[in-house]
């Protein structure tokens, strides 16, 4: 199980940039057993995939939406993984989740798939004005 905090949200005007982070404290399996990912879930929305990230951090995945915006790291030493957000949109704006999986996998190390993501934060919220 891991608990997950997330901060660093805020209101900014377009164009701006904003960094989230998600600070995890695991109890059983260490954080760099997890795969990450940040999902967010827009008023009247469903919450969508954002990014992941593998264990180890060499791999990432965005979403077609944010892809060369935002960019997803972590660092196992200190249990966070980030999201650096840039060049945000009106659209952007959302409550912003980290969610923590454990793929038990060599291969699968990615997840886009929220269901694979079994532990969560209590989300941060971002605004973009246009």
């Known amino acids: 199980q891991v608990q997950l905090v997330e901060s660093g949200g805020g209101s900014v005007q377009a164009g701006g940039s904003l960094r989230l982070s998600c600070a995890a404290s695991?109890?059983?399996?260490?954080?760099?057993?997890?795969?990450m990912g940040w999902f967010r879930q827009a008023p009247g929305k469903e919450r969508e995939f954002v990014a992941t990230?593998?264990?180890?951090?060499?791999?990432?995945y965005y979403s077609n939406s944010v892809k060369g915006r935002f960019t997803i790291s972590r660092d196992n030493g200190k249990n966070t993984v980030y999201l650096q957000m840039s060049s945000l949109k009106p659209e952007d704006t959302a409550i912003y989740y980290c969610?923590?999986?454990?793929?038990?996998?060599?291969?699968?190390?990615?997840?886009?798939?929220?269901?694979?993501?079994?532990?969560w934060g209590q989300g941060t919220r971002v605004t973009v004005s246009s």
């Open positions: 990230i593998s264990w180890n951090g060499r791999e990432t």
């Open positions: 695991a109890s059983g399996r260490t954080f760099d057993s997890y795969t």
């Open positions: 969610g923590a999986a454990y793929l038990g996998s060599s291969i699968v190390v990615l997840s886009t798939n929220e269901d694979e993501y079994a532990d």
